[in-house]
């Protein structure tokens, strides 16, 4: 189980009263906020603030382009309008802030996203939890044979219970070494920390947490404004992104769906579900149209390209 | 006067209704959100949203410090102790935007600032109203002698008189002719633009807005975090700021106060009212707290910054 | 002309002798450094420093994706990779810093680039000089009047001529008055600004300044990274941004394809002339691949974007 | 040792010619340019390119202050104004290429610092080098008792001697495990992966890689400009960042004074060796030096902040 009996308290108590508040409001999010998603088998995400709606993106577009916006467009169209022709700032007007827990490995991925803002748990300042990531069966998958950075198939049988029996013996091993090396017992009275074996002094916390294994989880807040979480998701929530960050990206794209639900139809259409043509990709598949059987040959595009342009266009 | 009808109606209307939120709320700013504080002529201010208040920070740090935080320090206590000792992720944390109307070379000034987020009327897109800052008679003020960045005494008299006819005629000139050369006349009845002089095409807005002078007022969204907010207010409100944008930051930093008071209070203390010594005046002041005589010849520390030094401390 | 005898001989002093460097040079760009291109009427844009080349995107990539991808692929193969699938980090290793002279309100738009590093001229420091913009006959275009914020047909005849008289008049006058207002003559012996009319004071130079109009030149040092010089370039190259701005981007693409020409092969074919179909369209696009006869009307497209995808396409 | 022969070698092609460059040249980084400065037991940092030197940002004050700035200062005397008074621009106009190898639990530190642009060696995509780091013995400290993210004392006799011994065990079984699930021998002629053990498909490099510990090595290329760099500096080169991301502080700064050897003088008499006084601390100060005895109590200074202060000022 991913949450603890106080987080689970700490939920309750946030979601336990309503204080009225002139600021736009999602409904959708709302309904949402503060719960958390549970992932992989001890993560999770929740949203604990939010600021703005689609109405927020619509108002900053019409202080650029003035009164004459609107009239001519509704909202969903003028939002579908920003996102089609890349007007990112109207959608930088929207933040929000999440609460993630989360497996080491993924989380030195995510921080690459660099204009985002960031609190985690210190293990130089605290001590971390005994909790790290081992695979479900259907996810423990072989190197791809064809993709340096991918998965090809599942493991099955001895191989794959040798590796689940590893996983979670070394990270069972390190962590009781960390604790060792720690030598901390519960806080006496007056909240001081007291040592397991007191013959010991144990090794500072900031050296200590360099035994664990990066599956070991850690959590944050993080923040970011609309355009920028839409970039995250575009990446994340590709198929070609490691399951382990996927399953947060999806679960993201859910609370985005809720908030900003105009924003988010957009950025499927546009984003998500969208196909970049390179100019030579473009002018064969006018060829195409024409009626002309163009080859990789003669289209001039590399033969990686091709493949990638053909499976798009569903003709592999 | 700086708002016009639709503005106060509105600022009326986003006032008329609160609706119940589970966010965190800052009492202190839902009392000023909307409403607009006038700044020089034509100019205003107004929080139109905000995300968090001192809680949000004491939380975020709290993720971060984990458990023993809690019992060690008050919320204050921490916040000061953030602030204090430069630990700037929990106050970004929180988020505000704002609505602001300022001339366009203070506009110049401001977006400096990268880290916001903005959303500024487009005078290629729309036509600008005919607003321009013209500075009050006690604001007028020579070259500085000393500062080449800075002001001296007011003028008077005649070359005030002259200044401000200057400023106002050619204002009012330059809008004129940008206003001919658009040659728009209202809308008709489905809300296309007429021309004034049916005779002409109009200059594309594009074009005709390079005759305006640079103290046409614009107007923008202009969101940041709080610790953005602070390095801005630190910068903005400073005396060595010029006034045209330092009664800006001053009413921002009202804002500011009213939104997160715990955080106000500290930045106060420990940026807006701080001083900073190097290394070589540090020196110095320890000699002189050891109670040696001084001076500037035997401090090692240069002319300029030993006047600074002295001034700090209150002994020119 | 937009170059001083002094930045003539400051550039002909600066390309008089070259140092050896351990560094990775460019030829191509070295060929072109501190050399001022003309654009519009008085502007320039130079490189005047750079750091990286080809390979050194090529070498990033490789400590990124280790051993295996120097056999695997050759550089520029690489390099198209990258840029294909959206790698944009190893762009991020090239750097180069430009020197430009441009009017005000070119300037205005190209701050919103907000990852770059920027150095002004300071009108509130200095003074101006007496230059201003005045677009060229061929560029004096009327209102659009299908797009609101682009440019319809040229201007001719005596609307043509008003409209030039006017911005130059205007620009003369309130030059003149800026001028007046500062009160200042030349620097005495010691260095010292001496007035004008010795019975004034002047006016200070952060306030005179407001009395410029947009079309006043100022000039910068401008730096960033080769991924956000694309960005820069995509959308300020495109047929869609405002012809003075236009000029800009299409003299720093030809610095560009000096310094990095195969990653500036790989940009013009994967962004520059690329084209994005949403989902929506690109269902459209395989139907069509497929014979059907597909209209918009049963395409789920809106009539606007079917017109962009359709011009796209060749097919209007 | 922390270079491979493969690394040496490389150095060695990289300086052995020399290319002319108009560029501004620095001879004190040219003189280590590509070296490596060896760190902890397999780490190194090198600067491998770099943009600018102490007169490029004398050039960006100039072009922002105007003419005037020449005669009044010296090279010198300017960059210590801008540092002085926070003038951050000029310092952005040069930068620096560095590589780094590293402890993965300093990685996560150093991350942290978003201005920087980053390639890491990708662990989804290569395998790990078998390499971890072991403080030396001297840095095996204790727990802080008075500073919760702080070493005490060193350990010693059996306790240090049973940490150095699972840390290393640890990381040697976790690695084994690592290479056995991956189960990757030696490229074939055609440089395809084999199989260590055929009956085996291996398990994926995106997941091995969470078996190891966070003291493995990790390494990239880190680019950044020099005032952010400064910002790096100060806080890690300062006496409460952790040991171990210290060292690569420090060797930065090293590199950094042979760089721009005015702007790294600077930087330390006004940041690294600078101390800031809170307005109720400056308060306290101005009293002491008028000859008042003051106490904590009579300060309204916290007991903490008080102490801090004292310490500063050297009357602990």
Same mark, same amino acid.
């Given at each position: 189980m991913s949450l603890t009996p106080e987080q689970i308290a700490?939920?309750?108590?946030?979601?336990?009263?309503?204080?009225?508040?002139?600021?736009?409001?999602? %409904?959708? /999010?709302?309904?949402?906020?503060y719960s958390a998603m549970p992932l992989l088998d001890h993560g999770f995400v929740r949203a604990?603030?939010?600021?703005?709606?689609?109405?927020?993106?619509?108002?900053?577009a019409r202080v650029s382009y003035g009164r004459g916006t609107k009239?001519? +467009?509704n909202d969903e169209g003028l939002i579908r309008y /920003?996102? +089609?022709?890349?007007?990112?700032?109207?959608?930088?007007?929207?933040?929000?802030?999440?609460?993630?827990?989360?497996?080491?490995?993924?989380?030195?991925q995510w921080i690459r996203h660099r204009t985002a803002n960031v609190n985690e748990y210190s293990a130089r300042y605290s001590i971390m939890d005994k909790e790290y990531y081992i695979p479900a069966p259907e996810q423990l998958a072989a190197q791809s044979s064809t993709n340096r950075q991918g998965r090809g198939d599942v493991l099955e049988g001895e191989e794959a219970h040798r590796v689940l029996t590893l996983l979670r013996e070394d990270a069972e091993?390190?962590?009781g070494h960390y604790h060792e090396m720690l030598n901390e017992g519960p806080p006496d009275a007056?909240?001081? %920390?007291?040592?397991?074996?007191?013959?010991?002094?144990?090794?500072? +916390?900031?050296?200590?947490r360099m035994n664990l294994t990066l599956n070991a989880y850690t959590q944050w807040y993080?923040?970011?404004?609309?355009?920028?979480?839409?970039?995250?998701?575009?990446?994340?929530?590709?198929?070609?992104?490691?399951?382990?960050?996927?399953?947060?990206?999806?679960?993201?794209?859910? /609370?985005?769906?809720a908030w900003v639900p105009m924003a988010y139809a957009a950025f499927e259409d546009y984003r998500l579900n969208a196909a970049t043509l390179s100019g %030579?990709?473009?002018?064969?598949?006018?060829?195409? /149209?024409?009626?002309e059987t163009v080859t990789q040959a003669d289209s001039g595009v590399s033969a990686g390209e091709w493949r990638e342009v053909m499976g798009m266009l569903g003709r592999e």
């Open positions: 700490e939920i309750a108590a946030q979601r336990a009263h309503q204080t009225p508040t002139y600021r736009a409001v999602s %409904p959708g /999010l709302e309904a949402q906020l604990v603030d939010y600021m703005g709606d689609d109405g927020a993106i619509v108002q900053a009239a001519a +467009r /920003l996102m +089609r022709h890349w007007h990112s700032t109207p959608f930088e007007m929207c933040e929000i802030k999440l609460h993630v827990k989360l497996p080491i490995f993924v989380a030195r091993l390190t962590y007056d909240g001081k %920390p007291t040592a397991l074996d007191p013959s010991r002094q144990g090794l500072a +916390r900031e050296l200590a993080w923040k970011t404004d609309l355009h920028n979480l839409f970039h995250f998701l575009r990446l994340r929530a590709d198929a070609h992104a490691q399951y382990e960050i996927r399953v947060y990206a999806d679960a993201i794209g859910e /609370l985005t769906k %030579p990709a473009l002018a064969a598949v006018k060829r195409m /149209l024409a009626g």
